[in-house]
């Protein structure tokens, strides 16, 4: 989304609904996402996870985030590489995970309860 600077009417829909997966007030996450094409304060350098469990579950959530249409963006596959590299994670590993995406889903909209957060969040 931010990566490539297209944000379509449903990559809002999903954002929305992952703010109340993740109990963030619903002003808050309409203000962002209202901002969020626009906002030139968006952070370049990739989260460091002290956990490597939450950061492959990051990849892998910014993986269904990322490629729900199954379009590959060269910036956000990069981007995706340089998290993965960040974490220690091998950078190969981010590639397989976006390949078994790509395998195993088609084109569809994003359901938040898939999200690994989620996942770790009922534990």
């Given at each position: ?116 957060i989620n996942?770790?969040l009922n534990?």
């Amino acid at each position: 989304m931010a990566k490539n600077r297209i944000f379509t009417k449903s990559d809002g829909s999903f954002v929305k609904s992952l703010c109340s997966m993740l109990d963030l007030q619903k002003d808050y996450c309409n203000s962002a996402v209202n901002q969020l094409e626009a906002n030139e304060f968006i952070i370049e350098s990739p989260p460091k996870f002290n956990d490597q469990e939450i950061a492959e579950a990051f990849i892998k959530d910014a993986i269904k985030i990322g490629f729900p249409d199954r379009n590959l963006h060269l910036f956000e596959l990069n981007w995706l590489k340089f998290v993965a590299e960040a974490n220690n994670l091998d950078k190969n590993w981010c590639i397989i995970q976006l390949q078994n995406h790509l395998n195993q889903t088609s084109a569809q909209e994003m359901d938040p309860n898939d999200l690994e957060i989620n996942h770790l969040l009922n534990l």
